[in-house]
Nanobody, 120 residues
Framework: QVQLVESGGGLVQAGGSLKLSCAAS????????MGWYRQAPGKLRELVAT???????NYADAVKGRFTISRDNAKNAVYLQMDSLKPEDTAVYYC??????????????WGQGTQVTVSS
C-alpha cells in the first residue's frame, strides 16, 4: 500500500512563509514526477508546481518567484517552500506523484491534503 502524507500547513499572515513536506511510503519501486496542487473553496484543483526525477521544475504563473519546489529522491519526498504568501494562496494543498509500486503498474497518487490559510 502506497501513501503520500503531507505536513507543514497552517495559518500564517500575509507576507509570511510556510514549508510543506510530502513523503511517499510503502512498496515503492520508482517515483518519476512529483508535484503540488491546491484547491480553494468553490474552485477547481489547480497545479502549483511540479518537479521531475532529474530536478526540472515547473510553476504556475501565480506562484513564480515566491514558491520553490524541491525533492529528495532518497527519501521519496517533495517539498514546497512558500514565501511572500498572499491571502489568495489560501487553499488545501495536495501532494501528487507518478510512481511504480512493487508488483504493480505505474499509477498516479494523491495525498490527503493540508490546509494553508493566509490572513490579511
Amino acid at each position: 500500500q502506497v501513501q503520500l502524507v503531507e505536513s507543514g500547513g497552517g495559518l500564517v499572515q500575509a507576507g509570511g512563509s510556510l514549508k510543506l513536506s510530502c513523503a511517499a511510503s510503502g512498496s515503492i519501486h520508482t517515483i518519476l514526477g512529483m508535484g503540488w496542487y491546491r484547491q480553494a473553496p468553490g474552485k477547481l484543483r489547480e497545479l502549483v508546481a511540479t518537479t521531475t526525477r532529474g530536478g526540472s521544475t515547473n510553476y504556475a504563473d501565480a506562484v513564480k518567484g515566491r514558491f520553490t519546489i524541491s525533492r529528495d529522491n532518497a527519501k521519496n519526498a517533495v517539498y514546497l517552500q512558500m514565501d511572500s504568501l498572499k491571502p489568495e494562496d489560501t487553499a488545501v494543498y495536495y501532494c501528487n506523484a507518478d510512481l511504480l509500486a512493487l508488483g504493480s503498474s505505474w499509477s498516479n497518487y494523491w495525498g490527503q491534503g493540508t490546509q494553508v490559510t493566509v490572513s490579511s
